[in-house]
């Protein structure tokens, strides 16, 4: 029984006067409980609004979400206002991409970490206030119980991310949502903040949605992998099997326009042609089929399916959805 | 904290020094020249040779300058020509201050009152029917003259229907302790409730006009501040951590859109001055507001004078003061000094 | 031809059409945004038939405003008034003149009021803010504390010392008061804009160019300063037309009342509105109902140019 499972997910948007954008296309995928799972894809595929949508976030108006995401045996779709109030922060939280715009810059830090604690955990203030720095002292914030008064402004970028990790973990949920954590820090933060993370949901056995566009973030830390575009899940495998045997064009496509270090001099880039706004709506056949180098009429004719997928699936099933998927003769091995 | 202080302090005086130049430039170019418009028109030739020499009209204009300031410190401004003849332009100032006070004081509270919880509300409710009825109702409270509004409240409330009095302090037959010059905080103080109540009686119908101004100001200050603060990132993290809804408004949501509302408050505060001018000629209601009306028909230059310099005074002072609460309230500027 | 191909060229041709045209400019957007408001649309409908009536005025009116004709109906020791009659629906003032062509005709001095108003105070706004924001330095520095100080006095009250230096206060006097007041305004808005602009990457393009300072004024700063000094002139001249009304009920417009004007009639009705309302609150209506048309205009305006707007 995973710990969350999502099943059809759609999420459509209607604002006045415009055309209805479907945002999310029928999105399947599991959470084992401590399980580190991976939404990959570029901007504009739809990951951030899953994860918004199963944490009851997306605005109360001009969106449709259909389908189901059960948390513990719970359907979090249908759950009132109220009732999901009570879920997030306890038993599902998120960290969101920019740390500096998402802390209140008008009360301490301390009181933001303690507020969490005192609605969840109903501590009193002074009790709470020194849980709140042994958080802030587990994500590795030097000296906190200064920082307890300090407010977001005087933080560096790479602190407040750890603080808003120690906001998110500090009722200990079983699922944690992070959202292009990394996005806005700097490369060498990039890592310590990853490797906390790592850390931190093995610790506590957390089970961990990681959001990211940059695949090397992927390679380091999920256990399962889910690629995404146009709001639907086109490949899903195992951390190793993705990346030693990249089936869907789009994967392998992602994969192989990384410029690498080792390649021979003069050697041209492989970006992946078009953009995403060349995508066919996925009632008319594959949405990526304009971009796609293995691109056949059926693909514009026959929506793919996703399918078991039998090919270079050493760690486990893995899916596919896809006509004409790349062979694994045809490609290197990737370190 | 403590520079950015001294920094608005020395602001201050160059202001208020600006203030005197003009001020003093001013008395020189009223018609008939300074000392009949001083003295007005029944002075006699000794009166006149009097003045012209404290004014020093004989001497180099900085003689001049510095005796107009040398006056002006030590509150002598003259004699009122026609507001209350006889009495001291400060006298005057003194005794009507409080009451333009009190009910400016009213009428800011009044606003706030309303136009605070009415301008959250319209922005979480953003296009419902309270948002759009609030917004035509405070963009006709700026399209409504205030001597106008304050005509209509008279007529109406206080003439044909006789629920409140039509004009005044206080009730001639209500025998009150003076203690502060406040009249119903004189009355609470003194427990003479029925000298209190008289004179809130008087004060809301001038308040209710007076308020109007700062009224639509804030509330769509308030809702444009709220709406603003409701699509930034902290919100929804507030919303992520399972906060409840009176927390995130309080903690969250106020606490960051009162920031430029209570400039906003700072600054009406001139308006307020401008307005109770109107709203206390039509209520005759005896304060600076009604002194600087009949100051200004019936040519009293001294009370325009010291009157004129007090309100700018004043208003200086109060945005002051809001610039310095600001700092103490935006932690961002508290704690680098206040480099902005 | 493939049904792949096929596809692909409708997609493209698609993507082509989806969102404004390339090269649309900022008042043409702002334009078609505005063409479906129906603030602003109210508030064009007002002005243009304020206008209309200013000009068309002379002809529209049944009587000459400036004609005491039912005089002799009026008695001043019984506080009378003449009332709705045939040929006067609304009736006449307190010197026997016709109400509604008062009325009518007041429309041209209100609006040549407002407008003389706002554009003097914009010319002295745009030459201050405009040397201060452009030039910096000393040039800022004396002239932003200049504007402070007119700033720091409430507008009614600057606009009555103007008002008082005057013996003999007329039309022009109270233009003149009413618009020192808005240059400060003007000024600070400009100088806002002109500074947020030097250091903008178009006018670095401009400069290392080699294009001389008074052309990057003109050329390139002045232009995106256009949207806020549009929104805040209208509104500007909501207020004038408020202020002059309040200016003129303290006794600083135009004694001689035999040409109307709302303001004015407004200020005079004051004596006889416990028994004559009419007399102040049918001029009150119709400053209102301009002010208004003025304040939609200027507040959807500044809602269609705002970039950050919510739509």
Known sequence: MALLEVRDLSVVFQRKGEEPFTAVDGVSFDVQPGQTVGLVGESGCGKSVTAMSIMGLLPKRGNRVTGSARFEETELLTLSDRQMRDRRGRDLAMVFQDPLSSLNPVIPIGLQVTEVLERHRDMSRKKAMVEAANLLDKVGIPDPRRRLDEYPHQLSGGMRQRALIAIALACRPRLLIADEPTTALDVTIQAQILALLAELVQDTDTALIMITHDLGVVAGLCDEVNVLYGGRVVERAGRHDLFQVPRHPYTHGLLASIPRLDAPKGERLSPIRGSVADNIPWTSGCAFAPRCPNATDTCVEVTPEMEPDTVGSVQGPRLLRCHNPVAPAAQEVNA | MLRYTVRRLLQLVIVVGVLSLLLFAWLRSLPGGPVSALLGERATEATRAQLTEELGLNEPIFVQYWKFLSRAATGDFGVSTGVQPGDTAGEIFLQRFPATLELSILAIIIAIAIGIPLGYVAARRRGGWLDNLSIVGSLIGVAVPVFFLAFVLKQVLAVDLGLFPTAGRQAGGIDATRVTGFFVLDGVLTQEWDAAWDALRHLILPAIALSSIPFSVIFRITRAAVLDVLDEDFIRTAESKGLTTPVIRRRHVLRNAMLPVVTTIGLQTGALLAGAVLTEKVFAFPGIGQALALGFERRDYPVLLLLILCAAGVFVLINLLVDLSYALIDPRIRTTGGAR | ?311
């Open chain 3, 1 to 311: 031809m493939s049904t792949r191909t096929d596809k692909i060229d409708a997609l493209a041709k698609k993507a082509g059409q989806i969102g404004d045209d390339p090269g649309v400019s900022v008042a043409a957007a702002a334009w078609k945004r505005l063409r479906r408001n129906p603030v602003f649309l109210i508030g064009l409908g007002i002005i243009s038939a304020f206008i209309l009536l200013a000009i068309l005025s002379p002809f529209l009116a049944p009587h000459d405003p400036t004609d005491p004709m039912l005089g002799d109906q009026v008695v001043k020791a019984r506080n009378e008034i003449p009332e709705s009659q045939p040929g006067h629906p609304l009736g006449g003032d307190q010197v026997g003149r016709d109400l509604l062509s008062r009325l009518l005709v007041g429309s041209q001095q209100t609006l040549l009021v407002g407008v003389l108003a706002t554009l003097i105070g914009l010319t002295g706004g745009l030459i201050l803010g405009t040397l201060a924001g452009a030039l910096g330095g000393w040039v800022d520095t004396v002239v932003m504390r200049a504007v402070d100080v007119m700033l720091s006095i409430p507008g009614l009250l600057l606009a009555v010392s103007i008002g008082a230096l005057f013996a003999r206060p007329n039309v022009y006097t109270l233009i003149l008061a009413v618009s020192v007041v808005q240059i400060p305004v003007f000024a600070r808005l400009l100088r806002g804009s002109m500074l947020a602009q030097r250091h903008s990457d178009h006018v670095l393009a401009a400069r290392s160019l080699g294009v001389k300072q008074h052309a990057i004024v003109f050329r390139h700063m002045l232009p995106n300063s256009l949207g806020p000094v549009i929104v805040q002139s209208t509104l500007v001249l909501a207020i004038s037309i408020i202020e002059a009304a309040g200016l003129s009920f303290l006794g600083l417009g135009n004694p001689d009342d035999r040409a109307p004007e709302w303001g004015q009639m407004l200020g005079r009705a004051q004596n006889v509105i416990d028994s004559h309302p009419q007399l102040a609150f049918w001029p009150a209506g119709c400053i209102i109902v301009v002010a208004l048309g003025f304040t939609l205009m200027g507040e959807s305006l500044r809602e269609a140019l705002d970039p950050k707007s919510r739509r």
